[in-house]
């Protein structure tokens, strides 16, 4: 991080892979990974380090000989398969700067990676850069979305918008407040899925990237580096500028936030995209489309530390709840979940009242 930020409530959290998992960086499969991918280069020595953490079972390591480096994924195929990053690769590696692909052996989960190097955008963002760097992710996102070929991608439907919901009720409400919600509290709480999902299904549908954040973009030559895409769907066209500004990581005051909002939406514009040309409409969209996503992040978090044994990506929820604070006070439709979670909240045992 670059010193002081001048006063711009700017916060930043960072999780290593030792920090969340520790003793796994020894284990078999990381010498299996490491071995084919120093076969596929014709290395016999090389030094290794384990780079990112991932919230799911992916794991990323460096491989250094020779003066070169590249990046070895770690995938278990039966957890994760590597076939959706290949596809994706393939679509964006024309329009932008995603790392190319050096090998692969789908069957074990292993691929290997152009390094794309060690400063992602969530290290290097400062009050100062901020309008540039995040100018150069705007570009590229205006790039993806014009001219990404979507088919065959999976829809961001009703049906994997309501799932994403219920994450937050099943993991963190239930487990992590401990809070078991009444009949008429779920008839609510089935209101304001309704309305979030419609708000989501109604926007224009494009190529979504669904991690678009600064964790997953790296200062690079042409900027930026772009990673962690293998979610791609068809989606609403709101998402990928709201994981940009409102991300999990990293906090920016909400006027600054609604102004580079703005600004997508007047570049979308100008590039032809099918945006609306209301400022007030695009707000209010990116608003309800944001509580979708803050709330499932909320329940992803909840259950990585619970299922997977994760904890400190929890850590991260009450920033979520600042954005849910923010969207709510300014939007009138989502008064009903206020309601629900003031109640819910009153109702948590005290060691989980941190919100």
């Not at 003066?67 to 990053?85: G, K, T, W």
């Not at 052996?105 to 540039?132: I, K, T, W």
């Not at 989606?235 to 940009?244: A, M, Q, R, V």
């Amino acid at each position: 991080m670059n010193g002081c930020l001048n006063g711009c409530n700017f916060l930043l959290s960072f999780r290593s892979l030792e920090q969340e998992s520790p003793g796994l960086m020894n284990d078999d499969r990381r010498k299996q990974a490491e071995h084919w991918a120093a076969e596929q280069l014709g290395w016999r020595d090389y030094v290794s380090e384990s780079v990112s953490s991932d919230a799911s079972f992916r794991r990323y390591f460096r491989l250094r000989a020779m003066d070169r480096s590249v990046i070895v994924m770690d995938a278990p195929p039966e957890l994760e398969p590597v076939s959706a990053f290949l596809d994706v690769a393939g679509r964006l590696g024309e329009l932008v700067n995603v790392p190319d692909i050096l090998a692969a052996d789908v069957g074990h989960g292993f691929v290997l990676l152009q390094d794309l190097g060690s400063r992602p955008y969530h290290r290097e963002l400062d009050a100062d850069n901020a309008d540039a760097l995040f100018g150069d992710a705007l570009t590229a996102l205006l790039d993806i979305q014009r001219k990404a070929d979507c088919t065959g991608l999976p829809d961001y439907d009703p049906s994997r918008l309501y799932a994403e919901l219920a994450l937050f009720i099943d993991w963190f409400l239930e487990k992590h407040w401990q809070v078991e919600p009444s009949e008429s509290e779920l008839d609510a709480w089935d209101q304001v899925c309704a309305l979030l999902v419609r708000w989501a299904i109604d926007q224009p549908q494009l190529f979504c990237h669904r991690d678009y954040m600064p964790r997953n973009l790296m200062l690079t030559e042409p900027n930026p580096g772009i990673i962690d895409f293998q979610d791609a769907v068809r989606g609403p066209i709101s998402y990928d500028p709201i994981c940009l500004f409102r991300d999990a990581f990293l906090s920016w005051p909400p006027g600054r936030v609604d102004a580079w909002l703005e600004g997508y939406r007047q570049q979308a514009l100008a590039a032809g995209l099918p945006i609306t040309t209301s400022a007030d409409l695009w707000r209010k969209t990116c608003d309800l489309m944001g509580v979708q996503r803050h709330l499932k992040v909320i329940g992803i978090f909840a259950r990585i530390r619970y299922r997977d044994g994760k904890p400190a990506y929890l850590e991260d929820h009450p920033r979520f709840f600042g954005y849910l604070k923010e969207a709510m006070g300014r939007n009138p439709e989502l008064a009903l979940l206020d309601e629900l979670l003031t109640a819910w909240r009153s109702r948590a045992r005290p060691v989980n009242r941190d919100y």
